[in-house]
Protein backbone atom coordinates (compact mmCIF):
# COMPACT_ATOMS: atom_id res chain seq x y z
CA UNK A 1 0.00 0.00 0.00
CA UNK A 2 1.31 3.17 -0.79
CA UNK A 3 1.85 5.68 1.88
CA UNK A 4 -0.82 8.44 2.39
CA UNK A 5 0.26 12.10 3.04
CA UNK A 6 -0.98 13.68 5.56
CA UNK A 7 -1.06 17.38 7.08
CA UNK A 8 2.11 17.36 10.08
CA UNK A 9 -0.59 17.70 12.44
CA UNK A 10 -2.23 14.56 12.76
CA UNK A 11 0.06 12.49 14.40
CA UNK A 12 -1.20 8.93 13.50
CA UNK A 13 -1.70 6.19 15.58
CA UNK A 14 -0.94 2.66 15.57
CA UNK A 15 -2.36 -0.42 16.77
CA UNK A 16 -2.13 -3.81 16.30
CA UNK A 17 -5.16 -5.38 14.50
CA UNK A 18 -5.32 -7.98 17.02
CA UNK A 19 -5.87 -5.41 19.96
CA UNK A 20 -7.87 -6.78 22.71
CA UNK A 21 -10.62 -5.23 22.77
CA UNK A 22 -11.29 -4.36 26.43
CA UNK A 23 -8.06 -2.66 25.87
CA UNK A 24 -8.82 -0.80 23.05
CA UNK A 25 -12.26 0.39 24.02
CA UNK A 26 -10.55 1.60 27.31
CA UNK A 27 -8.11 3.50 25.30
CA UNK A 28 -10.59 5.31 22.72
CA UNK A 29 -13.53 5.06 24.83
CA UNK A 30 -15.69 4.48 21.99
CA UNK A 31 -18.35 1.90 21.43
CA UNK A 32 -20.30 1.53 17.96
CA UNK A 33 -23.77 0.01 18.60
CA UNK A 34 -25.71 -2.12 16.73
CA UNK A 35 -27.52 0.32 15.15
CA UNK A 36 -24.27 2.23 14.22
CA UNK A 37 -24.09 4.84 16.35
CA UNK A 38 -20.72 5.53 17.95
CA UNK A 39 -20.55 6.25 21.39
CA UNK A 40 -18.68 7.61 23.92
CA UNK A 41 -17.98 5.31 26.73
CA UNK A 42 -18.23 6.28 30.23
CA UNK A 43 -17.44 3.39 31.75
CA UNK A 44 -16.23 -0.35 31.30
CA UNK A 45 -16.00 -2.56 33.56
CA UNK A 46 -14.20 -5.76 32.54
CA UNK A 47 -15.22 -9.51 34.74
CA UNK A 48 -13.40 -11.99 33.38
CA UNK A 49 -14.09 -12.15 29.45
CA UNK A 50 -16.73 -10.01 29.62
CA UNK A 51 -17.59 -6.15 30.61
CA UNK A 52 -20.02 -3.53 30.59
CA UNK A 53 -19.88 -0.44 28.81
CA UNK A 54 -22.00 2.71 29.82
CA UNK A 55 -22.26 5.23 27.89
CA UNK A 56 -22.17 8.93 27.98
CA UNK A 57 -26.13 8.63 27.04
CA UNK A 58 -26.74 6.03 29.75
CA UNK A 59 -26.65 2.88 27.76
CA UNK A 60 -25.79 -0.24 29.07
CA UNK A 61 -23.41 -2.65 27.10
CA UNK A 62 -22.35 -6.06 27.87
CA UNK A 63 -19.78 -6.52 25.93
CA UNK A 64 -17.17 -10.00 25.12
CA UNK A 65 -13.72 -9.49 24.10
CA UNK A 66 -13.69 -11.24 21.31
CA UNK A 67 -11.06 -9.94 18.34
CA UNK A 68 -13.59 -11.29 15.94
CA UNK A 69 -16.76 -10.08 17.59
CA UNK A 70 -18.99 -6.98 15.32
CA UNK A 71 -17.88 -4.38 18.00
CA UNK A 72 -14.40 -5.17 17.22
CA UNK A 73 -14.43 -5.36 13.47
CA UNK A 74 -16.22 -2.16 13.24
CA UNK A 75 -14.05 -0.40 15.89
CA UNK A 76 -11.06 -1.55 13.62
CA UNK A 77 -12.73 -0.16 10.16
CA UNK A 78 -14.17 2.80 11.95
CA UNK A 79 -17.63 1.55 10.59
CA UNK A 80 -20.54 3.98 12.03
CA UNK A 81 -23.63 5.51 10.47
CA UNK A 82 -23.66 8.83 13.10
CA UNK A 83 -22.20 10.17 16.22
CA UNK A 84 -24.65 9.56 18.95
CA UNK A 85 -26.47 12.74 19.64
CA UNK A 86 -26.62 12.56 23.63
CA UNK A 87 -23.17 10.96 24.09
CA UNK A 88 -21.69 14.60 22.70
CA UNK A 89 -18.58 13.26 21.38
CA UNK A 90 -16.34 15.86 20.83
CA UNK A 91 -15.02 16.95 16.73
CA UNK A 92 -10.80 16.30 18.37
CA UNK A 93 -12.00 12.29 19.88
CA UNK A 94 -13.59 11.85 16.49
CA UNK A 95 -10.83 13.30 14.61
CA UNK A 96 -8.21 11.21 16.17
CA UNK A 97 -10.45 7.87 16.14
CA UNK A 98 -9.95 8.83 12.28
CA UNK A 99 -6.06 8.38 11.82
CA UNK A 100 -6.20 6.04 14.07
CA UNK A 101 -4.70 2.89 12.07
CA UNK A 102 -5.08 -0.91 12.71
CA UNK A 103 -1.97 -3.07 11.56
CA UNK A 104 -0.91 -6.50 11.53
CA UNK A 105 2.85 -6.09 12.90
CA UNK A 106 3.09 -2.37 13.92
CA UNK A 107 1.92 -0.53 16.58
CA UNK A 108 1.00 -1.07 20.49
CA UNK A 109 -0.90 -4.13 21.62
CA UNK A 110 -1.69 -2.12 24.77
CA UNK A 111 -0.89 -4.32 27.01
CA UNK A 112 -0.51 -3.31 30.36
CA UNK A 113 3.40 -4.98 31.31
CA UNK A 114 4.90 -3.44 28.06
CA UNK A 115 5.98 -0.31 27.10
CA UNK A 116 4.22 1.79 24.72
ZN1 LIG B 1 -24.79 7.65 23.26
New binding site residues.
Partial sequence: MAAEKQPKALKKRFYRKRVPLFSLINKIKLWPSRTG?L??VRSLVITGDTARVT???N?EFTISNSLNSRAARWLRNKWFSRV?P??GVPDWKLEKYSTTLFKRHQGSMLLKDKEQ
Avoid: E, N, S, V
Fill in positions: QHGTHCKCKC
